[in-house]
C-alpha cells in the first residue's frame, strides 16, 4: 500500500529516479541505444562488485546466479566445500546436491561467525575440492562470515571462492579482487535499489579457465555464451530491459554517493538499529551481524510472526519475520539501498509499539532515542 | 528515443497502464495483497493461454522457461523430435543438445510451413520419442505451423507436444486444451505487452507425469518447486515482482477486450500490412504467415539492414532485420500486443520511403493506400 515503510532485506524500497525509468517506453535491445547503456551498466558494476573482471547479467532471481556458478564451474562428481549457517548457505548446498557435486559442508551454528581456521581444516582435508561456497550476508540471520579470511584460506588451495553477495553487496565490506573472491554472485533488489528480476556475476580468470573445462550440461546459464555476447555488448537471449535502463539510474546515484560512503552510510543505520534495539533490551541474533540487515532475537512468550504483523497492521511499517527453522524465532530489519535514517526511526518506533501490545515491557522511547544521536551523524543521501 | 514507433517482434510497446504499475513503489512478495494478486494474474493466464491446467511463472527470458520445458520432461539419453523451420526452431534443438536429448529433426525450409504427415511419419520412425517441440511463430522467419495439426499427430503418438508459443501467443490462433498441446511456453515482452523478464508454462497431466520422471538435473527451472510453491500462491525463488504487478494491469486490457477479439484484431493488423506490403510489390517470406509479425522479402539489389536504419533514421520508425542466416534477406514488422493501426500506417509510410531512398521503384502511397481501408475497420483496443 502506498505510504508503507519497507524494511525488508528485497525488494527494498526503490529510489524516485529508478521508478521514472521503471516507467518509461520501453527500448528494443538490439540497438547502438541499449548496447551503449549496457556497456556502461556492465562497467559501472565493476566498481560496485570491487572487481576489474567483466560482469555478466542473467534475467533471473539471485538464485539462478547462484545455479549458474555451481554449473559452470563444476562437473558431476567434483568436489565442493559448503559453508553453512542459514538459509542461503544451504541453498549452495542443494544446488550442489541436485547437480551430483559432492560439496563437504562447513558446519556452522546459526547466527554464528564461521571459523575460517575451521574452513581451511576441512579444506584441507579435501584437496580435490574445485569451490568453496560462502555467503557474504546471510539474510536468514542477518550474519556475516569474515570472506576476507575465507578468501586467504582458500587462496592456499586448488580451490575457487565463490561468495553470494546478493544482499551483502554494497552493504557488507566485499573487497572481491583484493581480497581474492573469484566469484561474486548479486542480485537487483537489494542494495542496488531495483525491483527483482536481473543477477549479476564477476569471474577471476583462474574460474574462467574452470568455466571451459565443466562438464555440466547447461544453457540459459551458460556463461560462456554471455562472455562472448559481451563482446557486442549484448546477451545471449533477450535482458529483462527495463530493469537494465533503471539500474542505469540506480548506478549514477551509487556512484554519485561513492561506494565508500554507501558502505559507510550503511554501517552507521547498522549501528543505530543495534544500539536501539539493543536499548530496548532485545539481543541481536548474529555474533557477527550484517550492516545491510538486523536480526533481532523476539523475547520469549512473544511470537516473531505476530509481532511483525502488528508492526504493519499498526503503523504500516513492514519488516521481515523468520525463515524455515527461525520462524517465529526472530524479526529482521533492513537498513540497505533506499532505506533512509527516517525509515529507521519508524521501525523502531513501530517494533517498541507492537512489543508493548504484546505485553513487553519497554521504557518508552528508549530504541528510537538510542538510534537518533548515531543518525543524526548521517548527511542524507539518495 | 521518446517519439518512436516500435514494430519489433519483442519487446513490443507499452501501454500506460502497464507503464504506470511499474513505476509503482515495489511491493514485498511475501505478503497476503501479492500473493492474492500473483492468484488472480496465474487465473488470468490461463484464460490467455487457453488452458484449465496450472500455470506456472518463471523470472527469465523465453528462452528459460524453453529450457525448463527441455529439463523436466526429458533424461539424458531419451528421444524426442524437434520440428525446425527457423531460428526458433532450431533453438529446442540447441537446449535438447545441451542436456543429452537425442533430437530427431523435422527439417522445414525457412519459409515453408511444416507438413503434419511428414512429422508423423518421424514420430512413427522414433516411437521411444517422449516430445516434440515446435513453434507457434516462428519469429525469425514470421511463418505459423498448424499447431492443431501436429497436435492431432502427436496424440497418436507416445510423445507429448510442447509449443514455443513466446512471440505467438494472443497473436495467432492456439487453442492449448481443446488441440491437445500439453505444453505451452511463453514470455513476457510480446502479446502480453509487457517488458521481458517473465516467462510462463502450462503442462498437461500426460506433462506433470513425465516432470516427475524426468531425471536431467535441475534447480532454479525445476518445475516441481513451482507447483509445490502455487499452493501457497508463491514462487520458490523471489518473482519479478514490479513486472508481476505490471502484468495484471496487461491482464485486464486483455481480458477486458477478450482473447477472441484479440486475435481478431491481430489478424485483422497483419492482413492489413500484409496487403500493404505486397501492393508496393514486395514478396512476404512466410508460406504460411503468422498474425504477430510479417518478413518481408527485401528486394534484390537491396540490403535488408540499411533499409531497416533508413526506416530508423528518417522516420524514427523501428522494425526488425533478419536474424542468423536470413540477415539481410528479410526484415519484420510487428503488429501484436499494443500496436495499433496508426503504428502500422507509419511503418508502411516509412518502408515506402526509404526503399525510394535506396533506389527500389514504389508507386507513391500503395502501401498505406492498401492498408487503410482494411485498419479503418478496427475498432481501436488498449
Chains 1, 2 share one sequence.
Not at 183 to 188: D, M, N, P, Y
Request: aromatic fraction near 4%; glycine fraction near 10%.
Amino acid at each position: 500500500m502506498s505510504g508503507d515503510i519497507l524494511l525488508t532485506p528485497g525488494p527494498t524500497p526503490l529510489p524516485p529516479q529508478v521508478r521514472e525509468a521503471l516507467g518509461r517506453p520501453i527500448i528494443h535491445h538490439r540497438t547502438s541505444q541499449y548496447r551503449s547503456l549496457f556497456r556502461r551498466v556492465l562497467q559501472r558494476m565493476q566498481a560496485v562488485m570491487q572487481t576489474a573482471q567483466p560482469v555478466v547479467c542473467l534475467t533471473s532471481s539471485g538464485t539462478g546466479a547462484m545455479e549458474a556458478s555451481v554449473v559452470n564451474l563444476l562437473s558431476p562428481g567434483d568436489e565442493a566445500i559448503v559453508v553453512l549457517g542459514g538459509k542461503f548457505g544451504e541453498r549452495w548446498q542443494e544446488v550442489c546436491a541436485a547437480y551430483g557435486i559432492r560439496a563437504a559442508p562447513v558446519p556452522v551454528a546459526y547466527g554464528e561467525a564461521v571459523d575460517p581456521e575451521r574452513a581451511a581444516s576441512i579444506l584441507r582435508a579435501h584437496p580435490k575440492a574445485k569451490a568453496m561456497f560462502a555467503t557474504l550476508c546471510e539474510t536468514s540471520t542477518g550474519g556475516v562470515p569474515d570472506i576476507q579470511a575465507l578468501a586467504a584460506v582458500t587462496r592456499a588451495s586448488r580451490a575457487v571462492l565463490v561468495v553470494d553477495a546478493i544482499s551483502g553487496l554494497l552493504a557488507d565490506e566485499c573487497q572481491t579482487d583484493a581480497w581474492g573472491v573469484d566469484v561474486l554472485v548479486t542480485g537487483s533488489q537489494k542494495g542496488l535499489m531495483l525491483p527483482p528480476g536481473l543477477a549479476f556475476l564477476s569471474l577471476s580468470e583462474r574460474a574462467w579457465a574452470l568455466v571451459n573445462e565443466a562438464k555440466t550440461p547447461r544453457f540459459y546459464t551458460d556463461l560462456r555464451g554471455y562472455r562472448k555476447a559481451l563482446a557486442d555488448d549484448d546477451t545471449p537471449f533477450t535482458s529483462a530491459v527495463s530493469l537494465v535502463v533503471a539500474l542505469d539510474e540506480a548506478l549514477t546515484l551509487i556512484l554519485q554517493e561513492g561506494v565508500p560512503k554507501v558502505l559507510q552510510r550503511c554501517g552507521l543505520m547498522a549501528q543505530a538499529t543495534r544500539s536501539g534495539v539493543e536499548a530496548m533490551g532485545l539481543r541481536l541474533f548474529a555474533q557477527r551481524p550484517s550492516n545491510g540487515v538486523t536480526a533481532i532475537r523476539v523475547p520469549e512468550g512473544i511470537d516473531g510472526k505476530s509481532l511483525a504483523k502488528l508492526m504493519y497492521d499498526r503503523s504500516h511499517v513492514m519488516i521481515a519475520g523468520g525463515q524455515g527453522e527461525m520462524a517465529g524465532k526472530v524479526v529482521r530489519i533492513a537498513h540497505m539501498g533506499h532505506i533512509g535514517p527516517g525509515d529507521i526511526l519508524a521501525g523502531l518506533a513501530a517494533l517498541e509499539g507492537a512489543l508493548v501490545a504484546l505485553g513487553h515491557e519497554v521504557a518508552a522511547g528508549t530504541g528510537v532515542q538510542a538510534a537518533r544521536a548515531m543518525l543524526e551523524s548521517i548527511v542524507h543521501s539518495p
